[in-house]
């Protein structure tokens, strides 16, 4: 796949990108038929929807949910076409929308929802909606068209998620295992896949939106590709994302148009907290290594005078941030002297110890490697792949851990990461605190929006009181679109389709 702004990062200081002054617009015109659109953002990790580890910028266009994620990050129907919640938080009730047609003809029904929200629970380990699945009472088709999800106590997070419970034909080929072709319902059909090169995904004639799609067909670069700026420029690509050390000359190109996620991808430092090692399993340590940090300068190199720096998992205007928690941060200024004193305090000569830091291959861990260098340690950096780093972090043999998280339908799915059965928890050091799961489900059960940030806040405090990881800050990726794209722009999240945009929109001027 192409170099994702979300994960493996090659960035550079550069000064902030002013993208709203410099993004051009362009007339909207009467959609044209046909076109291939060359899409390059995140890759495909799975042929099976229900059994991804993240990668979520090619599947929407051939699968779709309940729900969507609009721009501003609200929900709003999709395949339910309405939805109702009970009072007491507990009774979903999802109206499906009539006259949708999954890839082979079918016509989908609530039953086929049902057989979706089953498989989930009973089939699939780990991923996003497991939890959720798992805490249902009841799953039923009330008519042809209505079905009733019942939980056994309430979670908050619900209608958000469902945008990611992806509905599958049950007849798609490896439903009682691992799906290998997936029927779905999207505005494109799963075509050609070849793993780490391309995906090629047909327009499907029978697509419920009337008149839509306008392309003929999607064909996503999944290659990694060290500047897709060239791509873009040359024509090969008509929509990317594009790292910000790559993006200053596509802002002087009045063909270009530069557009954020609007959710963002987070930065952060995370310790083993499965299996620690001394000297780290002291928490005096943990915090010499957070006092080592210049989290301005770490976040200037990524995104410059853009970049948020802060100790939250979101940012200012987000719900969920807590301003008071933000300007408490000791960690907002890098402080050698406190840090070699907690070393001392510790009874840690560094220079004894050579740390395992394990990061993707990206440029900005190299910075934070020198700052704990500062302290005496011997630093002994791996840079790794997708696949190379998951092996890595499962085997806790490392003693800390540079990374970035992107955006996400719901902050749940940041929060369910750190909780002891969660999925792909490694990032995080596999945090084990019944504590900490006990707190994240009080908040995930309560219906009162002020009361769920409250709780949530709690989590939060109780990760920071125990130094499991540190926030350093957080960027907002850009995608950058040829001026031939026109209908299509970025959404909340990396999904390339939504119930009110993406793909199904998109057509290509001649």
Same mark, same amino acid.
């Given at each position: 796949?192409?170099?994702?702004?979300?994960?493996?990062?090659?960035?550079?200081?550069?000064?902030?990108?002013?993208?709203?002054?410099?993004?051009?617009?362009?007339?909207?015109?009467?959609?044209?038929?046909?076109?291939?659109? #060359?899409?390059?953002?995140? /890759?495909?990790?799975?042929?099976?929807?229900?059994?991804?580890?993240?990668?979520?910028?090619?599947?929407?266009?051939?699968?779709?949910?309940?729900?969507?994620?609009?721009?501003?990050?609200?929900?709003?129907?999709?395949?339910?076409?309405?939805?109702?919640?009970?009072?007491?938080?507990?009774?979903?009730?999802?109206?499906?929308?009539?006259?949708?047609?999954?890839?082979?003809?079918?016509?989908?029904?609530?039953? *086929?929802?049902?057989?979706?929200?089953?498989?989930?629970?009973?089939?699939?380990?780990?991923?996003?909606?497991?939890?959720?699945?798992?805490?249902?009472?009841?799953?039923?088709?009330?008519?042809?068209?209505?079905?009733?999800?019942?939980?056994?106590?309430?979670?908050?997070?619900?209608?958000?998620?469902?945008?990611?419970?992806?509905?599958?034909?049950? #007849?798609?080929?490896?439903?009682?295992?691992?799906?290998?072709?997936?029927?779905?319902?999207?505005?494109?059909?799963?075509?050609?896949?070849?793993? #780490?090169?391309?995906?090629?995904?047909?327009?499907?004639?029978?697509?419920?939106?009337?008149?839509?799609?306008?392309?003929?067909?999607?064909?996503?670069?999944?290659?990694?590709?060290?500047?897709?700026?060239?791509?873009?420029?040359?024509?090969?690509?008509?929509?990317?994302?594009?790292?910000?050390?790559?993006?200053?000359?596509?802002?002087?190109?009045?063909?270009?148009?530069?557009?954020?996620?609007?959710?963002? !991808?987070?930065?952060?430092?995370?310790?083993?907290?499965?299996?620690?090692?001394?000297?780290?399993?002291?928490?005096?340590?943990?915090?010499?290594?957070?006092?080592?940090?210049?989290?301005?300068?770490?976040?200037?190199?990524?995104?410059?005078?853009?970049?948020?720096?802060?100790?939250?998992?979101?940012?200012?205007?987000?719900?969920?941030? *807590?301003?008071?928690?933000?300007?408490?941060?000791?960690?907002?200024?890098?402080?050698?002297?406190?840090?070699?004193?907690?070393?001392?305090?510790? /009874?840690?000569?560094? !220079?004894?110890?050579?740390?395992?830091?394990?990061?993707?291959?990206?440029?900005?861990?190299?910075?934070?490697?020198?700052?704990?260098?500062?302290?005496?340690?011997?630093?002994?950096?791996?840079?790794?792949?997708?696949?190379?780093?998951?092996?890595?972090?499962?085997?806790?043999?490392?003693?800390?851990?540079?990374?970035?998280?992107?955006?996400?339908?719901?902050?749940?799915?940041?929060?369910?990461?750190?909780?002891? *059965?969660?999925?792909?928890?490694?990032?995080?050091?596999?945090?084990?605190?019944?504590?900490? *799961? !006990?707190?994240?489900? #009080?908040?995930?059960?309560?219906?009162?929006?002020?009361?769920?940030?409250?709780?949530?806040?709690?989590?939060?405090?109780?990760?920071?009181?125990?130094?499991?990881?540190?926030?350093?800050?957080?960027?907002?990726?850009?995608?950058?679109?040829?001026?031939?794209?026109?209908?299509?722009?970025?959404?909340?999240?990396?999904?390339?389709?939504?119930?009110?945009?993406?793909?199904?929109?998109?057509?290509?001027?001649?």
């Amino acid at each position: 796949m192409l170099l994702p702004v979300s994960r493996r990062l090659a960035l550079s200081g550069l000064a902030g990108l002013p993208l709203l002054a410099l993004r051009p617009s362009f007339a909207q015109e009467t959609p044209r038929r046909g076109g291939v659109l #060359k899409y390059a953002t995140l /890759g495909l990790d799975t042929a099976d929807p229900h059994r991804h580890t993240g990668a979520l910028g090619v599947q929407q266009a051939f699968v779709e949910g309940l729900t969507s994620i609009a721009t501003n990050g609200s929900v709003e129907p999709f395949l339910a076409e309405s939805f109702e919640v009970s009072p007491d938080g507990k009774l979903y009730t999802f109206r499906i929308r009539q006259g949708v047609r999954f890839h082979n003809g079918d016509l989908l029904t609530a039953a *086929d929802v049902v057989a979706n929200m089953e498989r989930v629970k009973t089939k699939v380990r780990g991923g996003w909606l497991t939890s959720a699945m798992r805490g249902a009472e009841s799953m039923v088709a009330t008519d042809a068209s209505t079905v009733q999800l019942r939980l056994k106590q309430p979670f908050a997070p619900l209608l958000n998620l469902v945008s990611e419970l992806w509905i599958l034909s049950p #007849k798609s080929p490896g439903w009682d295992a691992t799906i290998t072709q997936p029927i779905g319902t999207g505005p494109f059909t799963f075509g050609e896949w070849q793993p #780490k090169t391309v995906f090629r995904a047909p327009a499907f004639e029978g697509y419920w939106q009337q008149g839509r799609p306008y392309l003929s067909a999607v064909e996503f670069d999944l290659r990694e590709v060290a500047d897709p700026g060239l791509a873009l420029r040359a024509g090969d690509l008509h929509v990317a994302s594009v790292t910000r050390d790559k993006l200053r000359p596509l802002l002087r190109d009045a063909t270009m148009k530069p557009q954020p996620i609007q959710d963002t !991808t987070w930065y952060f430092a995370a310790f083993n907290n499965r299996k620690p090692s001394a000297p780290m399993d002291d928490a005096r340590v943990r915090q010499a290594i957070g006092h080592a940090i210049d989290k301005r300068a770490v976040m200037n190199f990524v995104a410059g005078r853009d970049a948020i720096v802060t100790n939250q998992m979101v940012i200012p205007g987000n719900v969920y941030f *807590d301003q008071a928690t933000h300007d408490a941060d000791i960690y907002a200024k890098p402080d050698l002297d406190r840090a070699r004193a907690l070393l001392r305090e510790a /009874g840690v000569d560094p !220079t004894k110890r050579k740390l395992e830091v394990i990061s993707w291959q990206s440029a900005y861990p190299q910075t934070i490697v020198q700052m704990i260098k500062r302290l005496g340690f011997e630093v002994n950096h791996v840079a790794l792949d997708d696949v190379g780093a998951q092996r890595r972090l499962g085997q806790y043999d490392w003693d800390i851990a540079l990374f970035e998280s992107g955006p996400r339908a719901d902050i749940f799915l940041r929060y369910v990461r750190l909780t002891s *059965d969660g999925p792909n928890p490694v990032l995080w050091g596999g945090i084990q605190d019944e504590a900490l *799961d !006990t707190l994240i489900d #009080k908040a995930v059960a309560e219906p009162d929006q002020p009361k769920r940030v409250a709780n949530y806040l709690a989590a939060w405090k109780h990760v920071m009181a125990r130094d499991y990881f540190y926030v350093l800050g957080h960027e907002q990726s850009v995608i950058v679109n040829r001026a031939e794209v026109q209908g299509w722009q970025p959404g909340f999240t990396w999904s390339p389709h939504w119930a009110s945009g993406g793909l199904a929109q998109a057509w290509l001027k001649a």
